[in-house]
C-alpha cells in the first residue's frame, strides 16, 4: 500500500494471485545473506497468499480501495514482494497487461516514505 502511494502508481484493478518473483543474483546483490535467507523463508510461507478485496488502496481524487479481480485477466499483476529483514528494501514486480510492466527496488526513506532507487527492467507493451 504505501509504496503504491508514494509512487503514484494508478492501479484500479489488481489480481488476487501474487505472481512469483525468482530471486535473481541482480536482486540478490541488493540483498544482505541474512536478508536471503529471510525472503526465501517469507516465499515458502506466504505462497499461497491472496489480495482479498479492501485491502490495498490506490490514490485518484482520493484514497480508494482497488478492485480484487479473481479472473485475473484484465487487471495488474503484482509479484509478491522481495523484502528485506529489516523492511528498508523492497523489489517488487507490477505487470498491467497490455499496458507496462517491470520490477522495481524501492527503498524506504527516514521520513517513512517509499523511493524507487532502481528497474532492473521496465516494458511498454
Known amino acids: 500500500n504505501e509504496i503504491i502511494r508514494d509512487d503514484s502508481i494508478g492501479i484500479t484493478k489488481v489480481c488476487s494471485k501474487f505472481e512469483e518473483l525468482t530471486l535473481k ?4 546483490r541488493e540483498f544482505t545473506m541474512i536478508d536471503i535467507e529471510f525472503i ?3 516465499q515458502d510461507i506466504f505462497k499461497n497468499l491472496i489480495i482479498r478485496p479492501n485491502k490495498l488502496k490506490t490514490f485518484g481524487m482520493s484514497f480508494i480501495y482497488m478492485e480484487v479481480d479473481t ?3 484484465y487487471s495488474t499483476h503484482i509479484s509478491f514482494p522481495l523484502i ?3 523492511r528498508r528494501k523492497v523489489i517488487i514486480q507490477f ?3 497490455g499496458h507496462w510492466g517491470g520490477e522495481f527496488l524501492y ?5 517513512g516514505r517509499w523511493i524507487r532507487s ?3 527492467s521496465f516494458r511498454i507493451y
Open 107 to 111: 527503498e524506504k526513506k527516514n521520513d
Open 95 to 97: 505487470d498491467q497487461l
Open 71 to 73: 479472473v485475473c485477466k
Open 25 to 28: 543474483t541482480e536482486y540478490e
Open 40 to 42: 526465501r523463508n517469507q
Open 118 to 120: 532502481k528497474e532492473f
Open 84 to 86: 528485506s529483514k529489516n
